[in-house]
Nanobody
Framework: QVQLVESGGGLVQPGGSLRLSCAAS????????MGWYRQAPGKQRELVAI???????NYADSVKGRFTISRDDAKNTVYLQMNSLKPEDTAVYYC?????????????WGQGTQVTVSS
């Protein structure tokens, strides 16, 4: 069984920065794509950023130039560096990872971490 645990959320003023981390633990075979999603109150969950096993990245238009996704495969960890934060970035941020093993592939989710951008 593989679990994802996020950390790094909190309250920050507009223009500030936060760094989210998500570590996978357990009986890990191989992790492919890793990504971050977010869900604001009353809205659907949306993709923020994704990074492939090869390091290719893709971002939502709303965060391009402000957020950076990265991964450390030795630690089975994905990061999201968030700069120039805006109030509209306020949401619960969820980590996602594709865990692949012989004969099956599972999409895993973390428990979520709250990010609040407010003065």
């Amino acid at each position: 069984q593989v679990q994802l645990v996020e950390s790094g959320g909190g309250l920050v003023q507009p223009g500030g920065s936060l760094r989210l981390s998500c570590a996978a633990s357990g009986n890990i075979f191989s992790i492919y794509n890793m990504g971050w999603y977010r869900q604001a109150p009353g809205k659907q969950r949306e993709l923020v950023a994704i990074i492939t096993r090869g390091g290719s990245t893709n971002y939502a238009d709303s965060v391009k130039g402000r957020f950076t996704i990265s991964r450390d495969d030795a630690k089975n960890t994905v990061y999201l560096q968030m700069n120039s934060l805006k109030p509209e970035d306020t949401a619960v941020y969820y980590c996602n990872a594709d865990h692949v093993q012989p004969g099956r592939s599972d999409g895993l989710w973390g428990q979520g971490t709250q990010v609040t951008v407010s003065s």
